[in-house]
């Protein structure tokens, strides 16, 4: 195989990436890379296995995956990030939207047209926005409704603001800190939603990498051991700003699901229910105020 052939770099990239990564995650940023870099598709690298680089392209190749060595997530190289169908920017302040947040998205659509709300003019608040990734979603789904996103985060909502530009949704995106805050100066709430922060502190170490070192902590942990305060304040929240009979809907994991739906019950939301995600996992607990 010869030395500055594209199928050299994929084993280059194979070897070093299979240390950090399984070798389907591996794989996938391999074809990121591709595609950023050299402009090609899944299907056209397959097909150009024994192209020949130019050496500008194999010093990029290169400093790309020196990068990718230090555990920093491919998102974050390139700037770049695909959630439901939309084109978001992402840095260091934001979370990289995960497929399991593009399943909330998706039962929240799914479950506005069983209740034949989808076509209605609803007012939609998204708490702990980050990037803006499920606010958007949703206004590029349900046009005519009035969405919302807030974070304690100005750098996030920077980040968010520019992907409602770049992505030509309208929000309106506000700075408050949830757990200290919880004014609402904004017409009454039907639907809230949350991916908030749920690991506790201590569970730090038990993180990988590329997440620990990149992603920003304030997403990510909870500032003590309260796994659920988030989810209590919001709720709280949620019933001062939203309609009776409006929504709340929840992304947690596994471990915090059941824990989560309990919270919810005992504080009077009613026809609580959990969803798994496609791994068959329980994530999403939804309620009605
Ligand atoms: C798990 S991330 C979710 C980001 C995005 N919604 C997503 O699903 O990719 C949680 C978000 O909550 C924000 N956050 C953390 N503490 C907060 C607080 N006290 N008040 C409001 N937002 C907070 C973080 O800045 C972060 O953007």
Avoid at 11 to 32: F, P, R, V
Avoid at 42 to 61: A, F, H, P, V
């Amino acid at each position: 195989m010869s030395k500055n052939s594209l199928q050299y770099f994929k084993e280059i990239y194979k070897k070093t990436l299979t240390s950090i990564y399984d070798e389907n995650e591996a794989m996938s940023i391999w074809n990121i890379v591709v595609e950023k870099v050299l402009h090609l598709s899944k299907i056209q690298q397959m097909l150009n296995q024994d192209k020949m680089l130019e050496t500008d392209e194999e010093s990029k190749l290169l400093s790309v995956l020196e990068e990718l060595k230090t555990s920093k997530p491919v998102q974050y190289i390139f700037n770049e990030a695909y959630f439901y169908g939309l084109e978001l920017y992402v840095d260091e302040s934001v979370l990289i939207p995960r497929p399991e947040t593009e399943e909330l998205v998706e039962l929240i659509l799914t479950d506005l047209k069983e209740r034949k709300l989808n076509q209605s003019k609803l007012s939609i608040l998204d708490v702990g926005t980050g990037s803006g990734c499920i606010p958007l979603a949703l206004k590029k789904h349900l046009p005519q409704s009035d969405i919302f996103g807030l974070d304690v985060s100005e750098k996030a909502l920077l980040v968010a603001r520019k992907n409602a530009e770049l992505c030509k949704l309208d929000a309106t995106f506000i700075q408050q800190d949830i757990l200290k805050n919880d004014a609402w100066d904004n017409p009454p709430l039907d639907i809230v939603v949350s991916n908030p922060p749920y690991i506790p502190i201590a569970e730090k170490n038990l993180m990988s990498d590329n997440v620990l070192n990149f992603e920003p902590h304030l997403a990510l942990f909870t500032e003590n051991d309260e796994a659920l305060i988030f989810y209590e304040k919001i709720t709280r929240f949620a019933f001062k700003y939203v309609k009776k009979g409006g929504l709340l809907y929840f992304e947690g994991n596994e471990f915090n699901v059941k824990k989560l739906a309990n919270l919810l019950k005992q504080k009077g939301l009613q026809n609580v229910r959990i969803y798994s995600d496609m791994s068959g996992k329980g994530r999403m607990v939804q309620g009605v105020v």
